[in-house]
């Protein structure tokens, strides 16, 4: 199968994952275990390098932040998930899963809750290839639903198998909404707003000082020439002073909002208590309930 770019974009993730589960570190973070079976090539390289402490090393100075930042957006996300189960969930929607496991990781915990992912088809279909030759089956509440989210309506095909605006449900959006206008990012909010109430959405975000040529956080400047050098700027940003703002005008009530700081406290801090590492800088991630 030929490589499409979101692909190795997904790849570029997955071996993220990879690596900070090799590592092991012991921050009650729930390692993804399935994410080496998407990578190969350099990604497969990356993963694989020995010594660990020179691999991460490597990645930090190539990449500041992007190896904290795997650990604490996976970490984070998995939090708000197992929350919601716990809370009575009926549907979970994954946007744009690319290499995603959760609905494997918690299929035990997920098996009386409906699970779509929705994603680009060559990106999907390399992902269900990969999985089957793995021992991993997929359970029979997971939907695996190929979309062009250019071309194609969510809702629409949504609907087609069987998703229900009338149950409670969490969208997770993970390292989308950047790369998309505002009015794309406030028809996902709208989506999830249309849901039975409870229904939430949880999502990573850059500040908008960052799109607007502010390259002075963590990691920022680095970011910044990887974008400008794969032709993929960030279109969407909102500082922390606007979230809530943006978040009510899409039907929606802003529940947790953390950056940088409070994200690397919640899961950076080593039993010493002295940080792993850093995190990215322009990057927050937010949790929206309908009410």
């Known amino acids: 199968m030929q490589m499409h770019k979101a692909i190795k974009s997904a790849q570029a993730v997955a071996a993220l994952r990879a690596a900070t589960q090799q ?82 990781r918690y299929k035990k915990v997920l098996r009386s809750v409906n699970v779509f992912e929705l994603d680009f088809p060559p990106t999907q279909a390399y992902k269900l290839n990969q999985l089957k030759q793995t021992d991993c089956n997929i359970p029979d509440n997971v939907s695996y639903i190929p979309i062009d989210f250019n071309q194609e309506d969510i809702a629409l095909e949504l609907k087609k198998n069987n998703f229900s605006f009338s149950k409670i449900t969490l969208f997770i959006w993970e390292g989308v ?77 802003l529940d947790s909002d953390f950056g940088a700081d409070e994200l690397e406290n919640l899961y950076l801090l080593k039993p010493d208590n002295k940080l792993l590492g850093r995190t990215l800088g322009h990057v927050r991630i937010a949790h929206c309930v309908n009410e």
């Not at 020995?50 to 984070?76: D, M, V």
């Not at 959405?201 to 850059?206: C, E, G, L, N």
């Not at 502010?214 to 970011?223: E, L, P, R, V």
Request: charged content about 25%.
């Open 177 to 253: 909404s950047y790369y998309l206008e505002k009015e794309v990012v406030s028809y996902i909010l709208k989506l999830t707003a249309q849901c039975a109430k409870g229904s939430s959405i949880v999502f990573d975000y850059s500040l908008r000082s960052f799109v607007n040529g502010d390259h002075s956080t963590y990691g920022g400047k680095q970011i910044a020439h990887w974008l400008k050098k794969i032709n993929e700027p960030f279109l969407f940003g909102c500082n922390s002073d606007e979230i809530n703002r943006f978040v009510i005008d899409n039907n929606l009530k």
């Open 23 to 104: 590592d092991n570190i012991n921050l009650g973070y729930q390692a993804d275990y399935l994410a080496d079976n998407f990578i190969d090539g350099q990604y497969s390289m990356l993963a694989k390098m020995r010594p660990r402490w020179l691999r991460r090393k490597l990645i930090e100075r190539l990449h500041p932040g992007s190896y904290c930042f795997s650990i604490i957006r996976t970490q984070h996300i998995d939090k708000i998930l197992q929350q919601q189960i716990d809370s009575g969930i009926e549907q979970v929607v994954i946007l744009g899963a690319g290499y995603d496991t959760r609905a494997l």
